[in-house]
């Protein structure tokens, strides 16, 4: 197919079959697109996992706090997800991709052979690798089952510790202590979300926590997970300390999916590294959402992007791409978490060599710094301020000079810069 052909003709790809490996929220979305686009030939959309193509951010925050059924989360209603006309294996493993076969292989035996694949496997949640942690009640939150699983264990009367300051660790550890229960978070960076926000925001993060009565170890090593005598779990601690407590929960990371691309030899590098058109290394087999690394000139280096942003609009490129459809795929990156009453918003990759301009006070119920890198806005972080951050897009998609002391004046307009 052309790469300038129409949207909806997809003529080439009629009698075809398109594989899309992985149900949630990227392979949803590029199942869909296919059939939106126009694709009418064989569709088969596998998933590890027994529900329905589905969101994921609920399930740290409504899930978890029982305020949304786990039914919520689906992308399309059962009419819609049936008016899609395509094969559902559901709970079902694909143990290899056989390349020059153009064949992929399932666990239970069936082979089932494809003109184009989208790799959307996500990822998992890493473990706690330390002695004891199989033998204590340790959780993780990444599918729908993980978040059925611990809300029981969150209330009045329980302690919890949270291993990992990072925000999937921050968002269980605001629903825990909304519904009661103590809580402890353990990071063994020096601040929270260090990877990802500057000092600043980190400051904030902790001050917001500690305003709630969580207490925050920072600089914090696990060396071990046991039972004590009347058969709590206890963390213990590398500084000798011990944290007595009823559930212990990571949020240490996330392990892209990759292992079955490079099996069959795709190249990877921390996730199946794409091209902007959502292409791996073989032409016929593309990738989206948390296991893709694509390269982002916005970061000047590869990304992979486990946002919600991501998944859904890399899976929509990802299918176009696969009918042959033009795709430019280079997003601005786009990150929000909310905890407590704060809704915390990313554009862009800040840095260290940028300049800081704040609009509002950090300290405050809303403010948004800007990350400049001379008199351009490279990148925003707010704190409720929506509306301001809509702007700051802009700002950043324009990617022109600003006054730097309008930007900072909230009596401004953000519409005028």
Not at 145 to 150: F, G, K, M, T
Not at 227 to 237: E, I, K, Q, Y
Not at 240 to 249: H, K, R, Y
Request: with cysteine; aromatic share 4%.
């Amino acid at each position: 197919m052309n790469s300038d052909q129409p949207a909806g003709t997809a003529a080439a790809t009629k009698a075809a079959t398109i594989i899309v490996i992985g149900a949630g929220q990227a392979g949803g979305w590029a199942a869909q697109t296919l059939r939106k686009e126009g694709f009418t030939g064989r569709l088969v959309l596998i998933g590890d996992e027994s529900h329905p193509p589905h969101e994921r951010p609920p399930l740290s925050k409504a899930v978890l706090a029982g305020e949304a059924a786990p039914e919520s989360l689906t992308l399309l209603k059962p009419d819609a997800f049936h008016a899609l006309a395509l094969e559902w294996r559901h709970a079902t493993h694909v143990t290899r991709i056989d390349r020059p076969a153009k064949c992929i292989e399932t666990a239970n035996g069936e082979a089932i052979p494809y003109d184009k694949l989208i790799l959307c496997t996500g990822g998992k949640a890493r473990h706690l690798a330390v002695p004891g942690s199989d033998s204590a009640p340790v959780y993780t939150l990444r599918r729908i089952e993980d978040a059925l699983a611990l809300a029981p264990a969150l209330g009045p009367g329980r302690a919890i510790v949270v291993i990992g300051g990072g925000w999937i660790g921050l968002e269980v550890a605001a629903t825990a202590r909304k519904k009661g229960a103590e809580v402890t978070v353990v990071e063994a960076q020096g601040r929270l979300c260090e990877r990802t926000v500057p000092a600043q925001v980190s400051e904030h993060l902790l001050a917001l926590h500690h305003s709630h009565g969580t207490r925050v170890l920072l600089g914090a090593g696990v060396e071990q997970v046991s039972r004590s005598a009347d058969g709590r779990s206890v963390v213990g601690l590398t500084n000798g300390s011990e944290l007595p407590c009823d559930a212990i929960v990571v949020g240490v990371g996330l392990v892209p999916n990759d292992q079955l691309a490079r099996d069959s030899g795709l190249a990877c590098e921390g996730g199946v590294i794409v091209d902007a058109r959502c292409q791996t290394s073989d032409p016929d087999i593309f990738a989206a959402g948390d296991v893709a690394v694509t390269p982002n000139p916005w970061a000047g280096r590869r990304l992979r992007l486990e946002s919600w942003q991501n998944a859904q609009e890399q899976g929509i490129a990802a299918a176009r791409s696969a009918l042959g459809l033009e795709v430019n795929y280079q997003p601005l990156p786009w990150f929000w978490s909310d905890q407590y009453d704060m809704n915390l918003q990313i554009y862009g990759v800040p840095s260290l060599a940028h300049r800081v301009v704040a609009r509002g006070n950090p300290g405050a119920d809303s403010f948004v710094l800007f990350y400049l890198d001379g008199n351009v806005v490279k990148a925003a972080i707010g704190h409720n301020a929506a509306r301001d951050l809509r702007f700051a897009r802009r700002l950043i998609e324009q990617n022109k000079p600003v006054d730097a002391d309008q930007l900072a004046d909230a009596g401004v307009p953000m519409s005028k810069l």
